[in-house]
């Protein structure tokens, strides 16, 4: 993985970390070249982008609110591949429909781990999360109590991590 990527999954939880190196690994054998884009997030951070499409320029890219996120809890990264192969710059490629996406989404599952792509109610291409204590829907007051009182290390010992 490049750089970026590294100092992005330095700040999530270290399984959720290894799963996602070992998907860049296996896509990178097949030609496919991803980039870790996103990762912690702070609340504010969250509701900057929850504000998105509602109250904010753009188009909405989240139902979740600061605290309501596995990102906040570095429990979630997002990937996109790159339109380049492996040693070529990266250049993101955000059409969904291209086969590196379903071949990105169908390994990142085969590790174990939730695609925010296959979501029914809001489809998340990009998104991969840890399974684990919390694997369905949307953080609870529980993780957010676990958090409160001892940071994103109790969280992540609740996972299994």
């Known amino acids: 993985m490049d750089t970026i990527s590294e100092t992005r999954l330095a700040q999530v939880m270290p399984a959720l970390a290894d799963k996602i190196r070992q998907l860049a690994t296996e896509l990178q054998a097949a030609g496919t070249y991803i980039r870790v884009v996103q990762a912690l997030r702070t609340n504010q951070e969250q509701d900057a982008l929850y504000a998105q499409g509602r109250t904010a320029p753009g188009k909405i890219v989240t139902n979740c609110r600061g605290g309501y996120s596995y990102h906040n809890f570095g429990l979630a ?3 996109v591949p790159s339109t380049q192969g492996p040693g070529q710059p990266y250049d993101p490629d955000w059409n969904e ?16 781990l939730t695609a925010g792509a296959l979501w029914r109610s809001f ?3 990009p998104h991969f999360q840890i399974n684990g204590r919390f694997p369905e829907g ?20 609740a996972v299994g991590g």
């Open 138 to 157: 949307a953080p609870d007051d529980e993780v957010r109590q676990l958090f409160s009182q001892g940071g994103l290390a109790a969280v992540w010992a």
């Open 97 to 112: 429909s291209h086969p590196v996406w379903k071949q990105m989404i169908e390994s990142g599952v085969a590790l174990g």
């Open 77 to 79: 990264v997002d990937c």
């Open 123 to 125: 489809p998340d291409a």
